[in-house]
């Protein structure tokens, strides 16, 4: 690791006006991804700004017809929140698949989604559920936020404060995961949204992204049958020692087919 100062925040807007002081100071959540990056040498950032325990960041409810969740909320709280679970159940089964208990008892939804690795859970959620991702700047529409591989909409000092996922009248998700990691190799949000179907898969490409040819299949008909007349192009897929292009693009309609079946 390179040497670094480390300040503790008591509130949003302490931790803000650090982070506007200073463009190579970089927030701390969970620290499951920004540590081990710390550690390879792979970040060097001139300061860390504790956002853990910060009450702007925290809290987990039903506001307007949309579940709000503060960005520091842990893995862990999503997956076992009573209002979660009542809310979209989905959400609170994908957070109890995400890593394992060390992970989730430490990992944040915001640390995630401003993450965005191409193998994440949670941005699958964000944008299959059309999501308002909230800063202490603005609102940041789902289709707006993911812009590719670890990158997003936000701007350098701008934090995540808390995500609003509208209330869908049906929602799933279906995972393949990385035998050791158990990020990703394809994931599959698929919702029943006031706007219509929507289907987000994570995992296979260099980014999360919509399979619109599925949202158009499945608008004429819920089933899984629909999906299985599709084909997902492979050609912008990753490829790695892990699995071909071809071979994620299969597991992703397969994880498509298998959310489609539980909102059955
Ligand atoms: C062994 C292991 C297995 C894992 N498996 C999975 C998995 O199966 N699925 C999955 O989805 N993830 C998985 N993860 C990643 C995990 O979910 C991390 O928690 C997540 O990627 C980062 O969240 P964090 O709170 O730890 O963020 P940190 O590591 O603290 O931060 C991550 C990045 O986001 C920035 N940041 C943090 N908070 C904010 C904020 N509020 N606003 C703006 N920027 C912010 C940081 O500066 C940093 O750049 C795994 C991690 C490990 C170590």
Request: charge should be neutral; charged fraction near 20%; avoid cysteine.
């Amino acid at each position: 690791m390179f040497a670094f100062q480390y300040r503790k925040a008591k509130t949003l807007k302490e931790a803000t006006d650090l982070l506007a002081k200073d463009d190579e100071a970089k927030p701390l959540s969970g620290g499951m991804t920004l540590i081990p990056t710390l550690k390879a040498r792979l970040a060097n950032p001139t300061q860390l700004i504790d956002l853990n325990g910060l009450s702007e960041l925290s809290g987990i409810e039903v506001k307007d017809g949309a579940l709000v969740i503060g960005a520091a909320s842990k893995h862990h709280q999503v997956a076992t929140s009573k209002v979660v679970r009542d809310a979209i159940p989905a959400l609170a089964d994908l957070a109890s698949h995400i890593g394992d208990p060390q992970v989730r008892n430490r990992g944040t939804l915001g640390g995630s989604v401003a993450n965005n690795d191409p193998a994440a859970d949670y941005p699958s959620a964000v944008l299959g559920l059309n999501a308002k991702v909230i800063t202490n700047k603005r609102e940041i529409a789902a289709d707006d936020f993911f812009q590719g591989m670890f990158a997003t909409a936000l701007e350098p000092g701008e934090l995540i404060v808390r995500i609003a996922f509208p209330l869908p009248k049906k929602a799933a998700y279906a995972k393949f995961p990385h035998p050791a990691s158990g990020y990703a190799m394809a994931g599959v949000f698929v919702a029943q949204t006031a706007e219509g179907i929507r289907v987000a898969v994570t995992g296979a490409g260099p980014g999360v992204f919509r399979w619109t040819d599925a949202e158009q299949a499945l608008a004429k008909g819920m089933n899984a049958a629909a999906i299985e007349k599709l084909t997902l192009a492979a050609d912008d897929l990753n490829e790695d020692i892990h699995g071909t292009r071809e071979y994620r693009a299969q597991l992703a309609k397969v994880m498509a087919a298998r959310a489609v079946a539980a909102l059955a």
